[in-house]
């Protein structure tokens, strides 16, 4: 018997098939907190008088039990139960009888996987938020370990102006304080507490939400029930467009050492075991894990977009549709996250190579510094860049410029700020404990 099944009715195969789809296999990453979130509306419903103390003592005791199975891995769904609710329910009533039966008071199945979706969710934004700071920080690291260690820098992908490899990894470190920015809004959303709003529109039962919002150690509440439920997809987009602007750094930074790897650039090198080779080639060291990395996070990224098509003209009030957020946006915070390990990995053993621009192909580099030198010698700038232009047009042996360097300005190859990089981190990091 379904939960919602009446005696004397039934359900086509093919349509139960159908409608439940793949939602088992998600519902067992729901497990453990559609039993947090039953503890703590039983434990609620005990102190507003709809269950003895009594028996919400005991029903509190047999879900412990139960999570504990979860933690330990024996927990299943079994043959006949429709979801995760109809299994927990189903084991708690074998267990102390019709005491639970008492448990749904006050609760639908729609306020019931609310709140196990933002509590896995919210659980999954914090892990998510930890791979991203441990990338950030290796990031850091290396970028101060190469940070006299030049390479060019390209506009249009033409050799444009010196860089270097610490101002290259500490560009991607600076653009995840911004990711983490998006990450931290959908913490805070995903941090509100939906359980009570019943099927959207509240219950006549003297519920306690802000009892349970307590109990399960959220920031605040959904207030309106039905708003409650219409967070359902939108808590998943919002994290969702965080994810995706995650993926774009990570991406980009992937195709950079993609193309910094190639010979034809020869700027970075890592060790054999992480590269693969070809069947017929012999020579070939291939960044497979940056090119599948890239390949993982350009799909993240159209996630969003996926969950805007499947919320697109919903009514308010719950619907269907909203059983797939769970298969398009569960799957990607894994691979997320493995993109993530993956990266570290990678560029923790990464080397940059010596004297680079001491290639004659790269003298060009310099042009903007020979400008400047003009200028500080009190040319006008555009005489200089008159000067030096006609200067690389008559031949290189005419150009000739020396390779020192005087970066000071903060962000330049000369002063990194990576403390106040760092800083402008642990100021996002703090909204994350609110």
């Given at each position: 018997?379904?939960?919602?099944?009446?005696?004397?009715?039934?359900?086509?195969?093919?349509?139960?098939?159908?409608?439940?789809?793949?939602?088992?296999?998600?519902?067992?990453?729901?497990?453990?907190?559609?039993?947090?979130?039953?503890?703590?509306?039983?434990?609620?419903?005990?102190?507003?008088?709809?269950?003895?103390n009594?028996?919400?003592?005991?029903?509190?005791?047999?879900l412990?039990?139960?999570?504990?199975?979860?933690?330990?891995?024996?927990?299943i769904?079994?043959?006949?139960?429709?979801?995760?609710?109809?299994?927990?329910?189903?084991?708690?009533?074998?267990?102390?009888?019709?005491?639970?039966?008492?448990?749904?008071?006050?609760r639908?199945?729609?306020?019931?996987?609310?709140?196990?979706?933002?509590?896995?969710?919210?659980?999954?934004?914090?892990?998510?938020?930890?791979?991203?700071?441990?990338?950030?920080?290796?990031?850091?690291?290396?970028?101060?370990?190469?940070?006299d260690?030049?390479?060019?820098?390209?506009?249009?992908?033409?050799?444009a102006?010196?860089?270097?490899?610490?101002?290259?990894?500490?560009?991607?470190?600076?653009?995840?304080?911004?990711?983490?920015?998006?990450?931290?809004?959908?913490?805070?959303?995903?941090?509100?507490?939906?359980?009570?709003?019943?099927?959207?529109?509240?219950?006549?039962?003297?519920?306690?939400?802000?009892?349970?919002?307590?109990?399960?150690?959220?920031?605040a509440?959904?207030?309106?029930?039905?708003?409650?439920?219409?967070?359902?997809?939108?808590?998943?987009?919002?994290?969702?467009?965080?994810?995706?602007?995650?993926?774009?750094?990570?991406?980009?930074?992937?195709?950079?050492?993609?193309?910094?790897?190639?010979?034809?650039?020869?700027?970075?090198?890592?060790?054999?075991?992480?590269?693969?080779?070809?069947?017929?080639?012999?020579?070939?060291?291939?960044?497979?894990?940056?090119?599948?990395?890239?390949a993982?996070?350009?799909?993240?990224?159209?996630?969003?977009?996926?969950?805007?098509?499947?919320?697109?003209?919903?009514?308010?009030?719950?619907?269907?549709?909203?059983?797939l957020?769970?298969?398009?946006?569960?799957?990607?915070?894994?691979?997320?996250?493995?993109?993530?390990?993956?990266?570290?990995?990678?560029?923790?053993?990464m080397?940059?190579?010596?004297?680079?621009?001491?290639?004659?192909?790269?003298?060009?580099l310099?042009?903007?510094?020979?400008?400047?030198?003009?200028?500080?010698?009190?040319?006008?700038?555009?005489?200089?860049?008159?000067?030096?232009?006609?200067?690389?047009?008559?031949?290189?042996?005419?150009?000739?410029?020396?390779?020192?360097?005087?970066?000071?300005?903060?962000?330049?190859?000369?002063?990194?700020?990576?403390?106040?990089?760092?800083?402008?981190?642990?100021?996002?990091?703090?909204?994350?404990?609110?």
């Amino acid at each position: 018997m379904k939960l919602w099944q009446k005696e004397n009715t039934s359900v086509s195969a093919l349509v139960d098939q159908f409608t439940v789809g793949r939602d088992k296999e998600f519902d067992l990453l729901l497990a453990k907190h559609d039993v947090a979130g039953s503890i703590a509306h039983v434990t609620m419903l005990g102190e507003v008088g709809l269950m003895t103390n009594e028996e919400s003592a005991t029903a509190v005791a047999a879900l412990e039990e139960i999570a504990q199975e979860i933690e330990a891995g024996k927990f299943i769904i079994e043959e006949g139960i429709e979801d995760v609710h109809s299994q927990v329910e189903y084991l708690l009533t074998q267990r102390i009888g019709d005491t639970g039966k008492k448990i749904h008071s006050g609760r639908s199945r729609n306020d019931q996987v609310a709140v196990d979706i933002k509590l896995y969710l919210r659980e999954q934004t914090l892990l998510l938020k930890d791979e991203v700071k441990g990338l950030f920080d290796l990031l850091q690291q290396q970028s101060e370990r190469f940070k006299d260690k030049l390479i060019p820098g390209y506009t249009h992908l033409q050799i444009a102006m010196p860089s270097s490899a610490g101002l290259w990894l500490g560009a991607y470190a600076e653009s995840f304080v911004d990711d983490m920015e998006l990450l931290a809004a959908a913490y805070s959303v995903a941090n509100k507490n939906p359980l009570g709003s019943g099927a959207g529109y509240g219950s006549s039962f003297p519920l306690n939400r802000t009892r349970t919002t307590e109990l399960l150690h959220f920031g605040a509440l959904n207030y309106n029930s039905v708003y409650a439920q219409m967070t359902r997809g939108k808590t998943e987009k919002i994290l969702a467009m965080a994810m995706s602007s995650i993926s774009a750094t990570l991406g980009r930074l992937a195709m950079d050492c993609c193309l910094y790897l190639n010979q034809n650039f020869g700027f970075l090198s890592f060790p054999s075991e992480l590269t693969t080779g070809s069947s017929i080639m012999p020579h070939k060291k291939n960044p497979d894990v940056f090119e599948l990395i890239r390949a993982k996070c350009n799909r993240i990224q159209a996630l969003p977009n996926e969950l805007t098509l499947l919320l697109a003209n919903l009514p308010s009030g719950y619907h269907r549709d909203l059983q797939l957020t769970k298969e398009m946006l569960f799957p990607a915070i894994e691979e997320l996250k493995s993109c993530l390990q993956l990266a570290v990995v990678m560029l923790s053993n990464m080397e940059v190579k010596d004297d680079i621009l001491s290639d004659e192909k790269y003298r060009y580099l310099f042009s903007v510094e020979a400008v400047n030198d003009l200028v500080n010698k009190g040319i006008s700038f555009r005489d200089a860049y008159r000067q030096v232009g006609n200067d690389i047009e008559a031949g290189a042996f005419n150009f000739d410029y020396t390779k020192g360097l005087n970066h000071t300005h903060e962000g330049s190859l000369g002063n990194l700020c990576t403390d106040a990089i760092r800083l402008q981190m642990e100021g996002v990091l703090s909204k994350f404990s609110k």
